[in-house]
């Protein structure tokens, strides 16, 4: 195989290593060069299944259900020879391994390999790591000739570079995977959170941290920056953060503040606080974009705590749930009495029992405990505004 | 150079994009296939500067600091030549660009290419977009022979490779940073979490979970489970998991829920709270890990306000700051008179004076409204925290 034909294959190998629906192509281009039919690519991770892949192509899709229900793994011939014959990066043609004839009695033979029209095969147990591996193998019809000794030669150049095609996919996966998941649990934060890199600008932002934004109200994200109407406080908040981006990169020791910052509306003003991040020598090499956390806090925001959760960590009554929300709303006992329609001697005999729920002695002393309590306010999908839309 | 050394070469070339420290190794290779000396690889990422490369080999220390002190980019004689006579995507020899005598009277030449021993260049330099570029180039010194056309073939042959690697390099890195990142976030936070995959087994924990789970007082954390020192909570924690896991897969559209944890110390139960993670239909081919959340939460934990949240925010006095900071710490009226040696009169008015920066008007608004704002941030500080403990 000249360098014009192998480059290519190369090419698409490495493509294919960080965007996986490139495989296919890899695949057809590699049972060409060996003009095989059937090419088969799997790679497990044991520990991580969801970052498992496994790809056929020019493989009927009747029998690859068949192989899925029956022939998987444990149950796959030619894994099992494998297994048993190879080490990692061998390359083998199928007929070393088991003789045309001892083939021809297996279950496998019969019911995939013979009706998909493959028997003959070159391939190899590209990586063994425990616990998992990767193979990758091409097919051709029995009705033809095996493969040659020049063909296992091709497939012999092309594993240490599915080698580290494979490598190169576990490490992005898993990076990714892990990313996405600390991602989601911000998003579920009901905490306001922006991370700034060292450019100030936002390299994240919460659904919550969002909401506030997009109230359009002397505090806006636009063109991936954070922008305060007031101008004073847009350079305060500038200095601020430039501190604070100082300190994360160990060139200050600025610990971070806080500011007020003034509503178009006249509302109460918004509280940004500003914290550095506490970066780890270990990522000298490969620092963090995110130098500065910014913590949003709109205090005319009506905080609603969740009532099953209420109930199920104090067992309180739907009446002592409805008190506390009302409390925690910032509502005083005589409003909640008007409101509720309902006598002041009740209410505090319903406020006596919550305190003894939650052994608190005071409204101040609940009052701080919900405040504190992470996960007790409602959030995007809790039981009472729970999206059913989000299942479709 | 045969058509194996070259293969070679471009397996050096994508080890590097999984390891960047390998870079140094396909350098001397490359450098030894083409009898070279120095060599040099730059990948330029101005929209990212961290994710950029600069790699040199064979140039003492001495040298390449004069040269990156006075002959970097717009003063390098190669790059203003490249950029002028060059198109985009050429492969270049030095001597089809300036002759060995002109080069003889650059100053670049006789203070960095002559000490060592360069002066000869076979390379590419290469702009992908306006703010990237990557630069890869071999030299010779100019008293030995100079390249020679084949060797530009060859190093074209390895462009395309070295740029694949910076490709893969560069998103590999991105996702690395905003993993970092976001980690890194969850672990300052003050709320106590930990994610769990859907088979309920731990895949992150921020530290201050790890606290809690350190104190080993009813809740601990075996292998990558999380276990309840009394049986029937661990048993109401599996539940909880279950539930929410089974929702996060959209099998189920149980939201969750809370329960109170026995402590064998005897202190006031710890709380937590599962709910299921919220699962973007976006990634339906890369869904994340996490299927469940834990956030953990220990009443008996004395929170303190940071001193300068509370001037910045509120323009409190330091009298005030100090009286709000022991309200909030659970102390009653009676008990910080008591501390502070004060009369209760005192007191009142500086709480007055709270009331009225705060919008407030009674001491437990005003705790609502410390813990729903900055009291969620508490303790982030850490220098400050760490200057009042002492």
């Known amino acids: 195989m000249t360098s014009a034909q192998l480059f290519p294959l190369i090419n698409k190998i490495y493509d294919a290593a960080m965007t996986p629906t490139l495989w296919d192509e890899f695949m057809l281009t590699a049972s060409d060069a ?6 088969v690519l799997i790679f497990h991770d044991f520990d991580n299944p969801s970052i498992g892949l496994t790809r056929f192509s020019r493989f009927p899709p009747d029998l690859l259900k068949k192989y899925y229900e029956q022939f998987f793994l444990e149950d796959d011939l030619w894994y099992q020879l494998m297994v048993t014959h190879c080490r990692s990066g061998d390359v083998f043609i199928g007929s070393e391994l088991i003789d045309g004839h001892d083939l021809r009695q297996t279950t496998m033979y019969n019911e995939l390999l013979k009706p998909g029209d493959t028997g003959y095969l070159v391939g190899s147990l590209v990586s063994e790591f425990s616990p998992g591996g990767a193979t990758f193998s091409i097919s051709r019809s029995m009705k033809k000739q095996n493969f040659s000794s020049q063909e296992k030669q091709i497939i012999r150049t092309l594993v240490p570079h599915l080698q580290r095609a494979f490598l190169l996919h576990q490490q992005y996966q898993l990076s990714q995977k892990a990313r996405l998941s600390v991602e989601e649990a911000l998003h579920q934060s009901q905490t306001a959170l922006l991370l700034l890199n060292d450019r100030r600008e936002v390299m994240f932002i919460n659904r919550k941290a969002e909401q506030l934004v997009q109230q359009n109200d002397g505090l806006t994200c636009t063109s991936n920056m954070l922008q305060i109407a007031d101008l004073s406080q847009s350079q305060s908040f500038q200095a601020l953060v430039h501190e604070v981006i100082s300190t994360s990169k160990q060139q200050g020791t600025h610990p971070g503040g806080a500011m007020r910052v003034n509503r178009s509306s006249g509302k109460t003003p918004y509280q940004v606080m500003v914290t550095p991040l506490n970066l780890q020598s270990e990522h000298t090499q490969l620092a963090p974009h995110a130098a500065a956390c910014v913590f949003l806090h709109d205090p005319e925001d009506v905080v609603m705590l969740s009532e099953t959760i209420l109930h199920e960590l104090y067992q ?20 909640i009495c008007t409101i509720q329609d309902v006598k002041i001697s009740t209410i505090r005999s319903q406020l006596r029992s919550i305190f003894e729920k939650t052994q608190t002695d005071n409204q101040s002393a609940l009052m701080r405990l919900l405040g504190q309590s992470p996960g007790i306010m409602k959030r995007f999908s809790q039981p009472d505004e729970y999206d059913e839309s989000s299942l479709r | 150079m045969k058509s194996v050394q070259l293969h070679t070469l471009i397996g050096h070339i994508y080890d590097a994009a999984l390891d960047p420290s390998l870079w140094e190794d396909f350098m001397v290779a490359a450098s030894d296939a083409f009898n070279g000396r120095t060599s040099a690889l730059i990948f330029h990422n101005l929209d990212d500067p961290s994710t950029s490369l600069t790699r040199y080999i064979r140039i003492s220390p001495e040298n390449l600091r004069r040269y990156q002190e006075e002959f970097f980019l717009e003063n390098d004689l190669w790059y203003c030549l490249v950029k002028a006579q060059c198109q985009p995507g050429d492969i270049f020899r030095g001597s089809e660009l300036i002759t060995d005598q002109d080069i003889k009277k650059t100053a670049m030449f006789n203070e960095v290419l002559k000490p060592a021993e360069a002066g000869y260049i076979v390379g590419f330099d290469l702009e992908q977009t306006a703010t990237k570029a990557a630069v ?23 462009a395309p490779h070295i740029q694949r690697a910076f490709f893969l390099h560069e998103r590999y890195i991105t996702v690395q940073h905003t993993q970092l990142s976001v980690q890194e976030a969850l672990h300052q936070s003050q709320t106590a979490v930990i994610l769990l995959d859907d088979r309920a087994k731990i895949l992150f924990i921020n530290n201050k979970a790890e606290n809690i789970l350190q104190q080993d007082d009813g809740l601990s954390c075996h292998g990558k489970e999380i276990h309840c020192s009394e049986a029937s909570d661990t048993t109401t924690l599996d539940a909880l998991a279950q539930r929410s896991i089974i929702t996060a897969k959209k099998k189920g559209i149980h939201p969750g829920g809370a329960m109170r944890v026995h402590r064998p110390s005897g202190k006031k139960h710890f709380q937590l709270v599962v709910s299921p993670l919220n699962l973007r239909s976006g990634h339906t081919q890369l869904a994340p890990e996490a299927a469940a959340c834990i956030f953990l939460h220990d009443p008996e934990e004395e929170v303190l306000l940071p001193e300068t949240i509370l001037h910045e925010l509120y323009q409190f006095t330091t009298a005030e700051t100090r009286l709000v900071r022991l309200l909030f710490s659970g102390k009653t009226l009676d008990e910080i008179c008591r501390i502070q040696g004060v009369k209760i009169s005192t007191l009142r008015t500086q709480i007055r004076s709270i009331f009225e920066k705060t919008h407030t008007n009674t001491q437990s608004d005003l705790l609502r409204v410390l813990s729903q704002g900055p009291g969620k941030i508490n303790g982030m500080l850490k220098e400050e925290n760490g200057k009042n403990s002492s």
């Open chain 1, 316 to 335: 309180l009554t739907p009446a002592e749930t409805r008190l506390t929300q009302w409390l925690f709303a910032g509502k005083t006992l005589s409003e």
């Open chain 1, 34 to 39: 060996v003009k095989g039919s059937t090419t």
């Open chain 2, 136 to 158: 890869f180039s071999v030299h010779r010194p100019i008293k030995g022979p100079d390249f020679t056309r084949q060797d530009k073939t060859y190093i074209a042959a390895l």
